[in-house]
């Protein structure tokens, strides 16, 4: 599994590009193929990631709670 540190160089790169186009008011970004790849690589290891260290996963909420009151 990849570390977060080693993902921000393509995603830093996009956000750059995302400034700049806002900045000069323009419609449109453009990115190479290989930007965009590699773009999407660090976007999914992300998502690897958040995914592993991620408490909380389908089918492990808890399906009824009870309180006791205790001694009150």
């Known amino acids: 599994m990849a570390n977060i540190s080693n993902l921000s160089y ?19 970004i453009n990115l190479t193929a290989q930007e965009a790849k590699d773009l999407q690589a660090d976007i999914y290891s992300l998502l690897e990631i958040i995914a ?5 996963k389908p089918g492990d909420t ?6 006791d009151g205790g001694k009150f």
Not at 10 to 28: A, C, E, G, L, P
């Open 52 to 56: 592993h260290y991620s408490n909380t």
């Open 10 to 28: 393509h995603i830093s790169r996009f956000n750059d590009k995302v400034r700049s186009m806002n900045q000069t008011n323009s419609k449109n």
């Open 62 to 67: 808890p399906q009824s709670v009870q309180f």
